[in-house]
């Protein structure tokens, strides 16, 4: 039997010696047509996953697909992230704003790297730009490309700002994730009404008192904070 295409693209990822942590993109390592084989792999696993469950996926027309559509959910949507290239971003020359700007709320759907459980919720983003601008709708892709990856919040908020960074020439960057974590509400303690929120200041936002306020009280008075 020819070598599933995991091992082949984890070959690859060792050989250059880089990590794969879940959270990480591994799009620079795979080559045309490894995905539709990864896919075709998870589907075998998943199934697998579903027989040891003890699922007659023969006869329950419930279930007959599911394998299919997990793997397909998997590696094109929640988890689309790790394998996706990272989206086409140009920051343009700034022609003289310098002053704080917000954004929010932007979706997050992410999934618990402990749990496999979802992580919902909202990401509002704060620039002071300094020589380079970048579209509004670039701050909702970049946001979206970092959350479909397994991760913890803490973990994906750091990333969403060093991303921010890069993209948009600034070291002066505040990201804001508040988020309801399956893990916490549908098991576990079942905790329904708590949330997580996760702060990372850089640059003026974390050196000054005032930016930093200034950037609170614009993302209290956004949609988002029910
Ligand atoms: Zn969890």
Known sequence: MAEGISKVIKQRLENAGVRYHCNDNISKYLEEGDLEKLQQEVETAFQNVLNTLVIDTDNDHNTQETAKRVAKMYVHEIFGGRFKKHPRITAFPNMGYKSLYTSGPISVRSTCAHHFQNIVGNAWIGIIPE???IGLSKFNRIVHHIAERPQIQEEMTTHIAQELQKFAKTEHVAVV??????????RG???HESDMTTAIMHGAFSKDASTKKEFYDICLSMKGHD
């Open 131 to 133: 020589d380079g601008v």
């Open 189 to 191: 303690v079942k905790e």
């Open 177 to 186: 994730v508040k988020a309801e974590h399956h893990c916490m509400t549908q």
